[in-house]
């Protein structure tokens, strides 16, 4: 099976700016959760997909959002870029909500100037 | 609100034994997760613990004692490829929301 999948890879925007990133889950996993990893905060969790659903959301402000469609690939999006949103974007697939093993993709490295 | 406890850094030597700790507090609980994470990569999931007591996979084991909020990685014959960050994770349903939350990561370096 082919692993998960994120695009772009590396990404640099200004201040101010949105960006959409998209991930694509081991066929035939439903669940897709999204994390920001930078090295002051560690890994936190924004949010998780199933069935097109959010089901769970960490605390992140409104401008982050995402959404998962019926083939299970998610899309992220941040609005009005702030330069603390530099961090890697990854995502993470699983077969089904609240399960404890996660299959990570690469990541986005997002770097606002 | 949730926290976990890790140490940042650990140094070891090639085929020793080491073992990462981790302290963790929570509003509801589900279990603890390990995963690795090397340098430039993704972190890959290690082993999980819902009960209390020992599980073992391979080179790696990982505990868990659900009344003293506490759990370990125990990493055996120790291998260059082991250098990496070892993170800690709770399933919780804190703040209304179920969720994996992670430790700040150990870093775990093997000298030969």
């Known amino acids: 099976k082919a692993g998960v999948t994120q695009t772009p890879r590396y990404l640099i925007k200004t201040r101010g700016q949105q960006v959409t990133l998209s991930c694509s889950p081991i066929?035939?996993?439903?669940?897709v959760s999204w994390y920001q990893q930078t090295p002051g905060q560690g890994l936190q969790f924004l949010f998780e997909?199933?069935?097109?659903?959010?089901?769970n959301k960490g605390n992140f402000p409104g401008r982050f959002s995402g959404r998962q469609f019926s083939n299970s690939r998610s899309e992220m999006n941040v609005s009005t870029l702030e330069l603390g949103d530099s961090a890697l974007y990854l995502c993470?697939?699983?077969?089904?909500?609240?399960?404890?093993?996660?299959?990570f993709g690469p990541g986005t490295r997002l770097l606002v100037l | 609100g949730q926290s976990l406890e890790q140490p940042s850094e650990v140094t070891a030597v090639e085929g020793a034994i080491v073992q990462i700790n981790c302290t963790y507090q929570?509003?509801?609980?589900?279990?603890l997760s390990w995963y690795q994470q090397h340098d430039g990569g993704a972190p890959t999931f290690l082993s999980y613990?819902?009960?209390?007591g020992l599980e073992e996979t391979g080179r790696f084991s990982s505990f868990l004692s659900r009344s003293d909020s506490y759990g370990y990685l125990l990493l055996q014959e120790l291998q260059m490829k082991d250098s990496a960050s070892y993170f800690c994770?709770?399933?919780?349903?804190?703040?209304?929301?179920?969720?994996?939350?992670f430790g700040k990561g150990t870093k775990l370096s093997v000298i030969p």
């Open positions: 613990n819902g009960l209390d």
């Open positions: 997909y199933f069935s097109e659903t959010q089901r």
């Open positions: 929570t509003s509801g609980f589900y279990g």
């Open positions: 994770a709770v399933r919780d349903s804190g703040a209304g929301s179920y969720q994996l939350t």
């Open positions: 993470a697939s699983s077969s089904r909500t609240g399960e404890e093993t996660q299959y």
């Open positions: 066929s035939g996993h439903r669940s």
